[in-house]
């Protein structure tokens, strides 16, 4: 996941199956105008996966992702 902005803070970073659960949680501090993170679903098993983030307290994106 890249963000390229200027606000600074947490980041919220939530991964969601596809029942809504949600199976991942990462919380990372940007401190630059750019935050490049990966996300380690290896022990996910394949499927689709709803990925959230959040910024300052608000919705920034929402993206669909499929492991395969």
């Given at each position: 996941i890249?963000?390229?902005?200027?606000?600074?803070?947490?980041?919220?970073?939530?991964?969601?199956?596809?029942?809504?659960?949600?199976?991942?949680?990462?919380?990372?501090?940007?401190?630059?105008?750019?935050?490049?993170?990966?996300?380690n679903l290896n022990t996910l098993p394949n499927g689709m996966y709803t990925v959230r983030v959040m910024q300052e307290g608000k919705f920034r994106a929402i993206r669909k992702l499929i492991k395969q």
């Amino acid at each position: 996941i890249r963000i390229d902005n200027d606000a600074q803070g947490t980041i919220l970073i939530d991964v969601y199956d596809y029942t809504c659960k949600e199976v991942r949680a990462i919380r990372v501090d940007k401190a630059g105008t750019v935050l490049q993170e990966t996300l380690n679903l290896n022990t996910l098993p394949n499927g689709m996966y709803t990925v959230r983030v959040m910024q300052e307290g608000k919705f920034r994106a929402i993206r669909k992702l499929i492991k395969q």
